[in-house]
């Protein structure tokens, strides 16, 4: 199986599986015990926790680990709502094209009583600094842009916005799942004041994250209980997959000059081949983008039949989101950039990991090739289309 759907999720790396195991093996103590199994688990923890704050520019104690990036995002958007609240700031901002992780909680806080600015992006999937600025006020209390989105690859300009919200003292979250191992990331030179990851958006496992949150800044926790990760994220820590999760953080970071360069070329390889096919057009930014993503709408089919042909011919893709699969609605990050109903119906999203090869690239653009053609021959409207009936989106 061609395997083009890392956005998704990515297959745990065998060092990642290694460390694992190694966990299960020796270090099985609670960390929280005082005597020596405990304590060798605790040395454990507390190694995973000095790696990955080393490789986004933070400091361990500024490292909560969590179930993985949607119990992160939750987190840190319901703490500064709460948080904010108590100070009179009850206004949250961020974008149309987030994680339904971060917008079904901005939607459960609207419900609450507090106000929601959701800012638009602009026809290649970015959203305008300018646009943060003039929608910050007096009682916004949090402002969340995610890295690098998951269905289009668009990279936003996090730098920029978070020396905006610290110039306005506004506090500012994002997102960096997408981006985590695959783009630098350094929390002090973004001014990034909280921060969620995801272990297997980069060869880690599922099931672990953390959130990142710069000493300082206060955080309310969502799971009571114990005392673990400093009273802010109660439950027995999940050693094995922060562990894997570490080592492939580290891994990633480590090759990922090298990786990107190597994604790039077979991702520009896959946009100039699937350019090629009639009606096509690629969905966010050309360059501005994530090494790995490319993201396409055909004209006149369905990307559900689209994905089942390609499962045939041995290709692993999504149309969007996987979160979105299985709903009817299109993609709200197709619809933000402008594209309508009918031809959001119709993408196609291919993400590339560590292990694609070239001769993948080529085989799969044949492939899409092969069933977007096959699929318009079915298709009524690619029929009105031919005829005249109804004029083409995508020219
Ligand atoms: C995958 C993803 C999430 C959710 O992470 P989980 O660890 O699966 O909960 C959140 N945000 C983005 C951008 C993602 O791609």
């Not at 709502?81 to 149309?96: D, N, Q, V």
């Not at 570490?246 to 350019?275: F, N, P």
């Amino acid at each position: 199986m061609i395997y083009l759907d890392n956005a998704a999720t990515t297959k745990t790396s065998p060092a990642a599986q290694k460390a694992m195991l190694e966990c299960m093996e020796q270090f099985w103590g609670n960390p929280s015990s005082l005597h020596t199994p405990g304590q060798k688990a605790a040395e454990a923890l507390a190694q995973a926790r000095e790696t990955v704050a080393a490789c986004i520019g933070a400091t361990p104690r500024e490292i909560y680990f969590t179930s993985g990036g949607s119990e992160a995002d939750n987190q840190a958007i319901v703490s500064a709502a709460l948080l904010g609240k108590r100070k009179g700031k009850t206004h949250l901002i961020s974008t149309a094209i987030e994680h339904h992780a971060v917008l079904h909680t901005l939607a459960r806080l609207e419900k609450d009583g507090f106000d929601v600015t959701l800012l638009p992006v602009d026809e290649s999937g970015i959203v305008k600094v300018d646009d943060v600025a003039a929608a910050i006020r007096e009682d916004t209390a949090l402002v969340s842009v995610m890295f690098a989105n998951n269905e289009i690859g668009s990279i936003q300009p996090i730098e920029e916005i978070g020396a905006l919200c610290h110039e306005k003292h506004v506090l500012f979250h994002t997102d960096a799942v997408q981006a985590a191992g695959h783009l630098p990331i350094d929390v002090e030179k973004q001014h990034i004041d909280m921060l969620s990851l995801s272990g297997h958006k980069f060869h880690g496992p599922r099931g672990t994250g953390l959130l990142y949150v710069r000493r300082g800044v206060p955080l309310l926790p969502l799971i009571e209980g114990g005392a673990q990760e400093r009273g802010k994220r109660a439950g027995t820590e999940n050693l094995p997959a922060i562990a894997g999760m570490a080592v492939a953080l580290k891994d990633a970071c480590d090759h990922m000059q090298e990786d990107t360069q190597r994604q790039l070329a077979l991702r520009e390889r896959l946009i100039a081949g699937l350019s090629k096919i009639p009606h096509s057009a690629l969905n966010g930014d050309p360059v501005r983008r994530l090494p790995g993503n490319v993201s396409f709408c055909f004209e006149g089919i369905e990307g559900e039949s689209m994905l089942l042909l390609l499962d045939d011919k041995g290709i692993a893709a999504s149309s969007g989101s996987a979160c979105t699969s299985g709903s009817l609605d299109p993609s709200h990050v197709l619809l933000a950039i402008g594209r309508p109903h009918e031809v959001a119906h119709g993408s196609l999203r291919l993400t590339l990991g560590a292990e694609t090869t070239q001769d993948e690239i080529d085989y799969t653009i044949q492939s899409v090739a092969e069933v977007v053609e096959r699929l318009r021959a079915m298709s009524p409207v690619w029929d009105e289309l031919q005829k005249g009936v109804r004029s083409y989106v995508i020219q």
